[in-house]
């Protein structure tokens, strides 16, 4: 799986601003250790640097580099909550836990930025708020009822009237929408990279160019083989997201990957660039196959949206962006575009992200549905949290078993027909 999404990342803004990664080094060696952590996205790292915080020492192992995956590649935008509402969380785990994880997805982008005010990280950190915008009237509805239940709990979430919207964003292509204070955004790859030097700062090995191609479990623990080296560990967690191979029977059968993309033109001439985001927002729209678009800090414009299942078609989906992004906003006129790239987010079936334990001692985060720079980065807490001996019932998210998908292999037609569908709903807007 991995190979075959390599073209994707071919073009990416991301990786042609990133700031200088440290210097490269594979597992060569037969390592005896606690704690093993597989995949260095946001979530691996942000377990491993809590883990490290608490003087624990895991190893990192990642396929490519840290940030290669989704963490490397994505909007940016750093967004509070779940994609279920705060009352149906609570209603569907329990005031108890559901309040406890209505509690850190709300709080994810606070400790994001805390991470990265305490680490140093530069990764051009803008913490002044996102902007949901509304694609038709029942939808602003919707976000006024969202609004409201995060009020209740004391979250700063404006109404924004059509008019605000169209101020905020640069297009009056919205009915309206809210702008969360919580959220915000940063350059995702430098963010990564950030925390990886983090960890390493605090003495924790990040073996890059380093697969991990066979788990077993031993008498003691677990082995896990790369092609030059091995790990035996006590516990292992799989932080892979939308990357999760078959290291581990079952678990990819758990998320469906799914390819999100971006296009993002030159920076926009300092005219134009001010028409746009003039207050440094970040949004994305309300639509079920969603757009999400930004400025970068050089005044490049950024538009996302779906990508596919396969890399076919790529161009014709890139294309499609290109032309959202004219019609939302004409101002930029014959623009010229610099970059197009994407990458896997992984889906579940629930909208959930899963922390999962398939074994005694092993531990998986997974399934952030598109949504992981600041859910990744909490879950890879909650997750420190359990490697470092915390009870289960004490965590502030739920550990379930691995719930394969049913009908895995007819997950492609099947979710087809969702996009088609989903398309047809946010066109004739029922
Ligand atoms: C184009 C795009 C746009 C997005 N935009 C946003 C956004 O604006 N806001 C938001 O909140 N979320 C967004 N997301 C989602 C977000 O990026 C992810 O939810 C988040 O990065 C997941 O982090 P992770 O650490 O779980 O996984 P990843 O970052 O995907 O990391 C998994 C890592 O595991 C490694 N790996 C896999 N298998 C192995 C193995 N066998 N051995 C060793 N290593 C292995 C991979 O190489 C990879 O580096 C977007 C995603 C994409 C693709």
Same mark, same amino acid.
């Given at each position: 799986?991995?190979?075959?999404?390599r073209?994707?990342?071919?073009? !990416?803004?991301?990786?042609?601003?990133a $700031?200088?990664a440290?210097?490269?080094?594979?597992l060569?060696?037969?390592?005896?250790?606690?704690?093993?952590?597989v995949?260095?996205?946001?979530?691996?790292?942000?377990?491993?640097?809590?883990?490290?915080?608490?003087?624990?020492? +895991?190893?990192?192992i990642?396929? #490519?580099?840290?940030?290669?995956?989704?963490?490397?590649?994505?909007?940016?935008?750093?967004?509070?909550?779940?994609?279920?509402?705060?009352?149906?969380?609570?209603?569907?785990y329990?005031?108890?836990?559901?309040g406890?994880?209505?509690?850190?997805?709300?709080?994810? +982008?606070?400790?994001?930025?805390?991470?990265?005010?305490?680490?140093?990280?530069?990764?051009d950190?803008?913490?002044?708020?996102?902007?949901?915008?509304?694609?038709?009237?029942?939808?602003?509805?919707?976000?006024a #009822?969202?609004?409201?239940?995060?009020?209740?709990?004391?979250?700063?979430?404006?109404?924004?009237s059509k008019?605000?919207?169209?101020?905020?964003?640069?297009?009056?292509?919205?009915?309206?929408?809210?702008?969360?204070?919580?959220?915000? =955004?940063?350059? +995702?790859?430098?963010?990564?990279?950030?925390?990886?030097?983090?960890?390493?700062?605090?003495?924790?090995?990040?073996?890059?160019?380093?697969?991990?191609?066979?788990?077993?479990?031993?008498?003691?623990?677990?082995?896990?083989?790369?092609?030059h080296?091995?790990v035996?560990?006590?516990?292992?967690?799989?932080?892979t $997201?939308?990357?999760?191979?078959?290291?581990?029977?079952?678990?990819?059968?758990?998320?469906?990957?799914?390819r999100?993309?971006?296009?993002?033109?030159?920076?926009?001439?300092?005219?134009?660039?001010? =028409?746009?985001?003039?207050?440094?927002?970040?949004?994305s729209d309300?639509r079920?196959?969603?757009?999400?678009?930004?400025?970068?800090?050089?005044?490049?414009?950024l538009?996302?949206? #779906?990508?596919?299942?396969?890399?076919?078609?790529? #161009?014709?989906?890139? =294309?499609?962006?290109?032309?959202?992004?004219?019609?939302?906003?004409?101002?930029?006129g014959?623009?010229?575009?610099?970059h197009?790239?994407?990458?896997?987010?992984a889906?579940?079936?629930?909208?959930?992200?899963?922390?999962n334990?398939?074994?005694?001692g092993?531990?998986a985060?997974?399934g952030f549905?598109?949504?992981?720079?600041?859910?990744?980065?909490?879950?890879?807490?909650?997750?420190?949290?359990?490697?470092?001996?915390?009870?289960?019932?004490?965590?502030?998210f739920?550990v379930?078993? +691995?719930?394969?998908?049913p009908?895995?292999?007819?997950?492609?037609?099947?979710?087809? !027909?969702?996009?088609?569908?989903?398309?047809?709903?946010?066109?004739?807007?029922?």
């Open positions: 799986m991995i190979e075959r999404e073209p994707l990342l071919a073009n !990416s803004l991301w990786e042609a601003t $700031n200088q440290l210097p490269r080094r594979h060569e060696e037969s390592l005896t250790v606690d704690t093993a952590i995949g260095a996205g946001f979530a691996g790292l942000s377990c491993a640097l809590h883990l490290a915080e608490r003087g624990l020492k +895991p190893v990192v990642e396929a #490519r580099t840290p940030g290669w995956g989704a963490s490397g590649r994505n909007g940016g935008q750093v967004i509070p909550g779940l994609k279920e509402d705060p009352d149906t969380i609570e209603k569907l329990g005031p108890e836990m559901g406890r994880m209505v509690r850190i997805s709300g709080e994810g +982008p606070s400790l994001v930025f805390d991470l990265i005010r305490r680490y140093g990280i530069e990764c950190l803008q913490d002044n708020g996102w902007i949901q915008a509304a694609h038709d009237s029942s939808a602003l509805d919707l976000l #009822r969202r609004a409201e239940q995060w009020q209740r709990r004391g979250a700063k979430i404006e109404h924004l008019s605000e919207t169209a101020r905020l964003i640069g297009t009056g292509a919205y009915a309206g929408g809210t702008l969360d204070r919580r959220g915000g =955004s940063v350059h +995702p790859l430098n963010y990564a990279l950030g925390l990886a030097a983090a960890v390493r700062s605090l003495g924790v090995d990040i073996y890059s160019d380093s697969p991990a191609e066979s788990l077993e479990k031993t008498g003691q623990g677990f082995l896990i083989k790369t092609p080296g091995e035996r560990a006590k516990q292992v967690a799989l932080c $997201n939308g990357y999760t191979d078959h290291l581990w029977p079952g678990l990819a059968k758990t998320v469906v990957p799914f999100s993309i971006q296009v993002a033109t030159k920076p926009l001439s300092e005219n134009v660039r001010r =028409s746009i985001f003039p207050e440094g927002h970040v949004s309300t079920r196959l969603l757009n999400y678009f930004r400025l970068d800090a050089t005044g490049r414009l538009m996302g949206g #779906r990508g596919g299942f396969t890399d076919a078609g790529l #161009r014709a989906r890139f =294309s499609v962006l290109k032309h959202v992004t004219h019609r939302l906003f004409p101002q930029i014959e623009v010229e575009w610099e197009a790239w994407g990458g896997l987010v889906m579940t079936q629930d909208h959930f992200p899963h922390l334990e398939p074994a005694p092993l531990h985060a997974l549905n598109g949504r992981g720079v600041a859910m990744a980065t909490a879950l890879g807490k909650v997750l420190a949290e359990r490697l470092a001996g915390k009870a289960v019932e004490d965590l502030d739920p379930t078993q +691995p719930n394969r998908i009908f895995y292999g007819l997950r492609k037609p099947a979710v087809t !027909s969702l996009v088609v569908w989903y398309g047809l709903r946010d066109r004739l807007g029922f």
